[in-house]
C-alpha cells in the first residue's frame, strides 16, 4: 500500500505551509490517519492524528493551535495546514495509516508509510 505525501519546501519563520498525502482508496475512509515528523538526528515524532471519519483530532502539544490536520475521503487526501512555522519544525514529515479506525501517537499503531516530504523552516 503505498501514500504519496506532498507539498514540502522551504519557508520563513512565521509563514505557513501545507502538506498533502494521497491514500488507497481501500483505507481512505475505514482507517484513522496521521502525521509524523523527523529531525536530523532525532526520532520520529507523532505530529498529530485524526479517526477515520474526521470527527477525532489529536495533536502533540508543540504544534496544536498551529498545526491543523484534515482529510477528505471522497478524493482520497490527507492534509496537514501549518501557520506559525517555527525553525524547530524543520523535518521530513510522514503520514501513515493507522491500524484502526482511531488516532494514535505510537508509530506501531501505523502500518503502511508514506516516503516523507522535506520542510524547512529558516529563521
Known amino acids: 500500500v503505498q501514500l504519496q505525501a506532498s507539498g514540502g519546501g522551504l519557508v520563513q519563520a512565521g509563514g505557513s505551509l501545507s502538506v498533502s498525502c494521497a491514500t488507497p482508496?481501500?483505507?481512505?475512509?475505514?482507517?484513522?490517519m496521521g502525521w509524523f515528523r523527523q529531525a536530523p538526528g532525532k526520532e520520529r515524532e507523532f505530529v498529530g492524528g485524526?479517526?477515520?471519519?474526521?470527527?477525532?483530532?489529536d495533536y502533540a502539544d508543540s504544534v496544536k493551535g498551529r498545526f491543523t490536520i484534515s482529510r477528505d475521503n471522497a478524493k482520497n487526501i490527507l492534509y496537514l495546514q501549518m501557520n506559525s512555522l517555527k525553525p524547530e519544525d524543520t523535518a521530513v514529515y510522514y503520514c501513515?495509516?493507522?491500524?484502526?479506525?482511531?488516532?494514535?501517537?505510537?508509530?506501531?499503531?501505523?502500518?503502511?508509510w508514506g516516503q516523507g516530504t522535506q520542510v524547512t523552516v529558516s529563521s
Open positions: 485524526i479517526s477515520r471519519t474526521g470527527g477525532s483530532t
Open positions: 482508496k481501500r483505507t481512505s475512509s475505514n482507517n484513522g
Open positions: 501513515a495509516t493507522s491500524r484502526g479506525s482511531g488516532t494514535s501517537r505510537a508509530t506501531s499503531q501505523y502500518i503502511y
